[in-house]
């Protein structure tokens, strides 16, 4: 991928620069700490990993983090796996996250949206009230600091309400979406043991009712540790025997209790994919979370008091969590509850026009079936509060910025971010100051050594390289659930490069500070030697109207060969005939080379998904080389399994 593209796509403005929390923050970082006050975002980026101490002591000060009990030091240990974040010091996430009750108690912190599209507020101190009255009653029903507390809830308020008086009383915290099956929500809560599970009887989704009393009947079966199960009737139905009503729990008019625990204390524990194995059960604590989601939140996205944030997400992708702390910078957050495309595929423009939403997130995805459905948002949404679209899931393709450029507005910050439920965070995204250029994150982000390594570990600029970052961040796993010695979380991280993360995507870091991503370095496809990202490819093929998804995946052949197949799923109507493929491998050739050019091309019925929609590349690839389909990927943690027998027997005509 070429790095060229010398004009941006949108530059800020010199108001928005100047208006800029970052840009307020660096003037007075520049007073108190040491930052350089010249050289805008380059050379604040160049401190802050440069002296990562004065940085994130900065961050605490502007913030206003307010310690319980004081550190010693901002690091104690800065190795990693296992540095040592501000030693000494307490504090409650659920504190700062509710801090703006004090002072806009009648403000909405909440807006409930369900299929109806009408937005339902929640006040701050109502919010705050409810959050009170649930964290007493978890300390009545014995819950202490540490034991584990589990939501199988939708997107709703209930959702971070039990988040919230969670973190109140120290507990730890953990979701799945309704939509997994038990199986999968049984692969995951069952490595933490919880001792509470909030539930809902059902959810609604595309129009219709999901009943899923069943499910939770068997995770109330299978989870031994429950002491007690919290029914919230979404769908209207009576408490199944034994269950605790939602109503009750939340009705008292009570201030919250905060209790203080160390930094690095649980917060919550997110899970991997889990498609090759168990999920991996990471676990992220209130002080990492807290200083890590302030600085992402109030610098990157530049989100305050008079902001209102919406990101498409479910409670079992990390995206939710980071959704929730839109909650310590004072931002009103949005919660949407229900399909992206129902009833028509503007579904979500429509949500961010009837909200007035300032940050509108979402899938690069959605943004890709916005643009082959001819959806026309600002034709036919009123979006002049939305200042930023952002997105992230996968790379958005050039197609995708010209499309959000042309369609939303030109004046619109574009904001493609890269990071990972394994810190709950982006390494590159969003800065409200620097430019945005076609195809390319805008930067690395504050507090984050983001490089591009080599395989002998030699950064490389305008080159492909595996992405590693060479500094700790406070966001980063304490530990993985059910793994004593760390291993496993050295081997997920710290393997290929010692002491140094290497997070399994391929970037390029280009000579202008800008980032692109190329896709997974795990599943990467190498063709005499030369790498290349699957997300290159995807982007070329699926700019022609008649393929709706592709994969691509490399396989290594026994008698040393390489077969790289293309599967293509078609729009309704099309036909993969000479006249396409010709058009598939040109389109190819000339966007790209002649290498990339698949060895075949084959018509699929649909690719496979994670629950949280990223194409499945590896488990797909292990199929192809005759690995069985119970080894090779994760049953509960796919989409639709059915898809993934298609190419199980693939392999076997093959063989």
């Keep these: 991928m070429s790095t060229a593209n010398p004009q941006p796509l949108w530059r800020p403005d010199p108001q928005r620069i100047a208006q800029a929390q970052i840009t307020k923050f660096q003037t007075w970082a520049a007073e108190h700490h040491g930052a350089p006050a010249l050289g805008g975002y380059p050379a604040l980026h160049r401190w802050s990993v440069d002296e990562l101490e004065a940085f994130w002591k900065a961050v605490t000060e502007w913030f206003d983090v307010r310690f319980t009990s004081p550190y010693a030091r901002v690091l104690g240990d800065r190795s990693m796996p296992g540095a040592e974040w501000f030693p000494g010091a307490t504090l409650n996430y659920a504190e700062h996250a509710l801090r703006a009750a004090a002072t806009r108690a009648d403000e909405p ?43 199988y809830l939708p997107n709703i308020p209930e ?71 919290v029914h919230i009737p979404l769908l209207g139905t009576e408490a199944p025997d034994g269950a605790l009503e939602w109503s009750g729990l939340t009705s008292a008019d009570v201030a919250p209790v905060f209790e203080p625990v160390a930094f690095d204390h649980p917060l919550w524990v997110l899970y991997s994919s889990g498609t090759t194995g168990l999920p991996k059960a990471i676990v992220q604590s209130q002080g990492g979370i807290l200083v890590e989601h302030l600085k992402q939140l109030g610098l990157h ?27 310590l910078t004072g931002t009103t957050i949005i919660l949407y509850d229900g399909s992206p495309g129902y009833p028509d595929t503007g579904a ?18 959605y943004v890709m079936a916005c643009r082959k459905a001819g959806v026309h948002p600002s034709r036919d949404f009123d979006l002049s509060t939305v200042q930023c679209v952002a997105t992230t899931g996968s790379p958005l393709p050039p197609d995708g910025f010209r499309w959000l450029h042309d369609e939303v507005r030109e004046d619109l910050w574009i904001a493609s971010v890269s990071g990972g439920t394994d810190v709950c965070s982006c390494f590159a995204g969003a800065v409200p100051t620097l430019p945005v250029h076609i195809g390319e994150l805008q930067a690395p982000c504050l507090g984050t050594d983001l490089q591009s390594w080599d395989p002998n570990g030699t950064p490389l ?133 002649p290498r990339h050019v698949p060895d075949e091309v084959i018509e699929v019925p649909g690719i496979p998904h994670t629950l949280t929609g990223k194409r499945i590349e590896v488990p797909v690839k292990r199929l192809l080389q005759g690995t069985p389909l119970d080894k090779a990927v994760n049953p509960g943690s796919v989409d639709d399994l059915d898809l993934l027998r298609f190419y199980e027997e693939l392999a076997r005509k093959r063989a």
């Design 109 to 151: 912190a909440l807006l409930h949206v369900d299929e109806t599209h009408e937005p339902r507020p929640v006040t701050w101190s109502e919010l705050r009230r409810q959050v009170g009255s649930l964290a007493a009653e978890l300390r009545a029903l014995g819950v202490r600091p540490g034991d584990r507390i589990s939501g």
């Design 159 to 229: 959702a971070v309400v039990a988040l919230l008086a969670t973190a109140a009383v120290g507990a730890v915290w953990t979701s799945c979406a309704p939509d997994f099956g038990a199986r999968s929500v049984l692969d995951r809560f069952q490595q933490v043991e919880p001792v509470v599970l909030f539930t809902v009887d059902g959810y609604r989704y595309g129009g219709k009712e999901h009943d899923r009393s069943d499910v939770v009947a068997e995770l109330r079966r299978e989870l031994p540790t429950l002491r007690a199960v």
């Design 301 to 327: 996205c530049d989100l305050g008091p008079g902001d209102r944030f919406f990101w498409y997400t479910s409670t079992g992708w990390m995206m939710w969590n980071f959704l929730v702390s839109g909650l």
């Design 348 to 365: 979500q423009w429509r949500i961010a026009e009837r909200t007035g939403a300032t940050l509108f997130g979402t899938s690069a995805a």
């Design 461 to 593: 600029i305008d080159e492909v390289g595996e992405l590693v970052v060479t500094n700790p961040m406070p966001s980063m796993p304490i530990h993985f659930w059910n793994d004593p010695d760390g291993s496993r979380y050295h081997d997920s991280y710290f393997a290929m490069y010692p002491g140094v993360w290497r997070h399994g995507d391929w970037i390029t870091l280009t000579s202008r500070g800008s980032v692109i991503i190329h896709g997974r370095s795990d599943s990467t496809l190498n063709r005499q030697g030369v790498r290349m990202g699957s997300a290159d490819i995807y982007e070329a093929v699926e700019r022609l109207p008649e393929i709706k998804e592709s994969l691509v995946i490399g396989v290594e052949q026994p008698d040393g060969g390489y077969w790289m197949p293309l599967f293509v799923q078609l729009t309704p109507g099309a036909a993969l005939d000479d006249a396409l493929l010709g058009r598939i491998k040109g389109t190819i050739r000339e966007q790209l080379s």
